[in-house]
C-alpha cells in the first residue's frame, strides 16, 4: 500500500477518536466493565506480572494500561500510547485519580517506535486497536523489535462484522440512508474488521516474526443500556467511525438513522434492556528468543 494512503488512513483514523473521546469520558463505567474480561485475556496471555515494563499499544483513555500498573506495582512500568491526545488527555484524568505513578501516556506518531531502543519491554498489548492500524505488520516488527526475547504481545481484534451487531446494526441503517457510506468491507486496512479471522490474525503475527502464535474468540458485551434509545446515544459517542460519519449528516438524515436504528433494538429486545456485542478474536505471539 503507498505511502500516502497509509497516512490517509492514519489521519482518518486520528478524527474518528478525537471525535469518540469525549463519549469514552462519557461512557467510562460501562466501557470498562464491558471490555474487562478481554483486557484480563490479554493481561494473562501476555504472562504481565510484578515489576514488570509494559507497552499498551492504542491504549486509548487508559486501558488496560491503568488495570496493568496496579498488577505490576511500583517496581513496573506502563507506556500507553495512542494516536489521539484527547483520548490520552482523559488517560490522564484517570491516571490522576487512581493515584498511580507507574504510567505515562504518549502520542503514538511513529509506528516504528522509534522513541524506544530494542529489547525495553517485558510484555504488549494491544486492546482493539491493531484492526484500526493501516500496517498492522509494520507496528507488530515494531513491537517485536522493542520486546525482550522469549516475551510475548497479546492483542484483541473484531471478528466478522456478521457476528459483531453493536456496529453493524446502526451501519446498516448508515447505508440505507446514505448509501455512498458503505461500511468497509472486512479485510481493508484500517477498518473495525480489518481482522475478521484467527487465520488472518496469525498470518501476521508470522509476518512480524512472532512464534507460538496461539488465539481464541470470545463473545463481548459491548454496550449495555437500560433501552434502544440510551443504546443509540451510547454507540453514537462512542464508536469513532460512527461517530465521525454522522458529525458530516444533516440533522433530518441524522434523525432518521437514529428512528431506524431505535425499532431495529427494540425488536431485537422488546421486553428489557440492551445488551449488543461482538465476536472478540483473541491473539498472542513471542518474540524467538534468537
Not at 507460538?212 to 434509545?229: G, I, K, L, Y
Not at 433530518?252 to 422488546?270: Q, S
Request: proline share 9%; aromatic share 6%; net charge neutral.
Amino acid at each position: 500500500m503507498a505511502t500516502f494512503q497509509l497516512d490517509e488512513i492514519k489521519q482518518r483514523q486520528r478524527l474518528e477518536w478525537q471525535a469518540a473521546a469525549p463519549g469514552w469520558k462519557k461512557w467510562e463505567r460501562m466501557i470498562i466493565q464491558s471490555l474487562q474480561p478481554v483486557a484480563d485475556m490479554l493481561i494473562k496471555n501476555a504472562g504481565i506480572t510484578s515489576g514488570n515494563t509494559v507497552l499498551d499499544m492504542a491504549t486509548g483513555t487508559g486501558e488496560p494500561a491503568l488495570t496493568i500498573a496496579k498488577i505490576v506495582g511500583p517496581g513496573g512500568r506502563v507506556v500507553g500510547m495512542d494516536l489521539s491526545p484527547d483520548m490520552l488527555d482523559v488517560a490522564k484524568e484517570r491516571m490522576v485519580s487512581q493515584g498511580l505513578n507507574n504510567v505515562t501516556f504518549q502520542v503514538n506518531e511513529h509506528d516504528d517506535l522509534p522513541a524506544f531502543p530494542d529489547n525495553s519491554f517485558d510484555a504488549a498489548v494491544c486492546r482493539f486497536g491493531l484492526m484500526f492500524m493501516p500496517d498492522p505488520v509494520r507496528v507488530l516488527r515494531a513491537i517485536r523489535r522493542v520486546l525482550k526475547p522469549g516475551r510475548k504481545v497479546s492483542v484483541a481484534v473484531w471478528g466478522p462484522p456478521e457476528r459483531a451487531p453493536f456496529f453493524t446494526t446502526p451501519m446498516k441503517a448508515v447505508s440505507k440512508h446514505v448509501p455512498e457510506m458503505k461500511p468497509l468491507a472486512p479485510g481493508t486496512p484500517g477498518g473495525p474488521f480489518a481482522i475478521p479471522s484467527q487465520e488472518m490474525l496469525g498470518s501476521i503475527f508470522k509476518k512480524a516474526g512472532f512464534s507460538n502464535f496461539q488465539s481464541q474468540t470470545t463473545d463481548v458485551t459491548v454496550v449495555q443500556a437500560e433501552s434502544p434509545e440510551e443504546y443509540w446515544e451510547a454507540i453514537t459517542e462512542v464508536a469513532g467511525p460512527i461517530v465521525f460519519l454522522l458529525s458530516k449528516m444533516t440533522v433530518e438524515k441524522k434523525n432518521a438513522i437514529r428512528e431506524d436504528v431505535i425499532e431495529t433494538v427494540r425488536g431485537l429486545f422488546p421486553a428489557g434492556p440492551v445488551r449488543l456485542g461482538g465476536e472478540a478474536i483473541v491473539g498472542s505471539g513471542t518474540k524467538p528468543s534468537v
